[in-house]
């Protein structure tokens, strides 16, 4: 079982509409959480950390529900540039971050 | 505007050659990471440095992968022979303790 489970997609949304990703974690001692995005062909780059009460920047929302290991972001009214892989990330008390495999967006017009 | 450097940025080479690959971390960060992201596998560390120090590389193959950090300003990976197996996009990472991790725009290596 990988470390952490993320659905690939694509999820293929118009523009305007709001769309969840779902990300699980095997291992119950993970301490931090985070959603990177990687546009096609270009380098991974934070989106936002996620925190166990739940936290909003602008158009998204990060949830993280411990007791089921699971972790979601939410993006509502969905832009073109929205389109990209969403990768779910998660730390243990080391440097190290366990990245998922992501879920691919393609927003359309 | 600090970023992460990477050269090349395209490599294409042929089996058994040899490959090194550099990385200049942004100043002032103390953790540098290499990954290498394929379609099948998903972004993989290979291995990570705390201050200049090699910490965990149990993720690469040790027989012909090697990670070093010769300075504070220089980091590189180098792999002894390649194989086609080696193709993938890698990509170095730099961050201060355990905060954010920032990426270089990765090097594109094809092993013919």
């Known amino acids: 079982r990988k470390e952490v489970e993320q659905d690939p997609g694509p999820f293929n949304v118009p523009e305007g509409a709001t769309v969840a990703f779902n990300c699980t974690y095997s291992n119950s001692a993970s301490q931090s959480f985070f959603w990177y995005r990687q546009d096609c062909r270009k380098e991974p780059k934070l989106l936002m950390s996620?925190?166990?009460s739940g936290n909003e920047d602008g158009r998204f929302t990060a949830q993280l529900n411990r007791a089921s290991q699971y972790i979601s972001l939410l993006i509502r009214d969905s832009k073109l540039s929205d389109s990209a892989t969403y990768l779910c990330?998660?730390?243990?008390?080391?440097?190290?971050?366990?990245f998922g495999t992501g879920t691919r967006l393609q927003v359309f017009p | 505007d600090a970023r992460v450097t990477q050269t090349p940025r395209h490599k294409v080479t042929e089996m058994g050659q040899e490959v090194t690959m550099r990385c200049q971390p942004i100043l002032g960060h103390n953790t540098v990471f290499w990954y290498r992201q394929t379609m099948m596998q998903g972004l993989e560390l290979l291995a990570y440095?705390?201050?200049?120090?090699?910490?965990?590389d149990s993720g690469m193959p040790k027989d012909r992968f090697s990670a070093e950090m010769p300075d504070a300003t220089l980091a590189t990976l180098k792999i002894q022979p390649s194989e086609p197996r080696d193709s993938a996009v890698y990509f170095c990472?730099?961050?201060?303790?355990?905060?954010?991790?920032?990426f270089g725009p990765g090097t594109r290596l094809l092993v013919l």
């Open positions: 990330v998660v730390n243990l008390y080391t440097d190290k971050l366990i």
């Open positions: 990472a730099s961050g201060l303790d355990q905060e954010t991790q920032y």
């Open positions: 996620v925190y166990s």
């Open positions: 440095f705390r201050n200049r120090a090699p910490l965990d």
